[in-house]
């Protein structure tokens, strides 16, 4: 069973960073996606960013494009999310996720994910 975990959440000012990190166990298959969305109070969750475990290739939404990177360490199985100029907009619980790679869905509109139990970003002055 493949189980992201994911940390690093918190509570931070306007302008300033933050860094999720997530450990996924029970991958399988030799190409997944990994990625991070969020959701905000009342919303539908919503995709931030995934990359392409084989390929490298990444997404992002518009929103964060400019100012979030996700990355990987392969070897632990790892996915991180460096988010930075946060604004109160970003406020959010953000989950990490992690599926098989889809050959006709890619990893943005993947919908095999499994979720982690997300952690909570608060940004506010």
């Known amino acids: 069973q493949v189980r992201p975990v994911e940390s690093g959440g918190g509570s931070v000012r306007p302008g300033g960073s933050l860094r999720l990190s997530c450990v996924v166990s029970g991958l399988v298959s030799p190409r997944n996606c990994l990625g991070w969305f969020r959701q905000h109070p009342g919303k539908e969750r919503e995709r931030v960013a995934t990359?392409?475990?084989?390929?490298?290739?990444?997404s992002y939404d518009d929103s964060v494009k400019a100012r979030f990177t996700i990355s990987q360490e392969k070897a632990k199985n790892s996915v991180y999310l460096q988010m930075n100029s946060l604004t109160l907009e970003d406020t959010a619980m953000y989950y990490c996720?992690?599926?098989?790679?889809?050959?006709?869905?890619?990893?943005?509109?993947?919908?095999?994910?499994?979720w982690g139990q997300g952690t909570q970003v608060t940004v506010s002055p």
């Open positions: 990359i392409d475990t084989v390929v490298g290739t990444t």
């Open positions: 996720a992690a599926a098989p790679y889809n050959r006709w869905y890619g990893c943005s509109r993947n919908s095999l994910y499994s």
